[in-house]
């Protein structure tokens, strides 16, 4: 799986929200920044490149779909994540939230408990 654009990623939200759409489509879903119609459809066919989506042909259109689910891409940027930020460690992950009071208390002993759960 190769790693995405800032943009790329922002694109494979909106498709696996929308699930099928057309370049138009896609478009009108972007608040800030929007590309040109043709920036962003050379955006889309890079990622049929990379293997992330595909699309139906109706014509000279393309309706396109992801065929990398978002929680295969959370799966492996997560990894990804915590292995160059946080040596490998899930430990430093909770660390980090923790001294960054991302996290509280009553959370993680939630998480506590579903640990002990799975045992």
């Known amino acids: ?15 696996w929200t929308l699930e099928n759409a057309f370049v138009k489509d896609v478009l009108a879903e972007i608040k800030v920044d929007k590309p040109h119609y043709n920036t962003l459809s050379t955006i889309i066919r890079n990622l049929e490149e990379k293997g992330y989506v595909s699309y ?31 040596n490998s460690s899930y430990k430093n992950v909770v660390s980090f939230f923790a001294k960054e009071e991302k996290i509280s208390v009553a959370e993680l002993k939630e998480i506590i408990k579903l640990i002990e759960e799975k045992k």
């Open 56 to 86: 139906k042909a109706y014509g000279k259109t393309h309706q396109y779909f992801p065929i990398v689910s978002k929680e295969a891409y959370k799966t492996k940027f997560m990894s990804t994540a915590i292995e160059n930020y946080f």
């Open 1 to 15: 799986m190769q790693k995405l654009t800032n943009k790329e990623e922002e694109i494979m939200h909106i498709l």
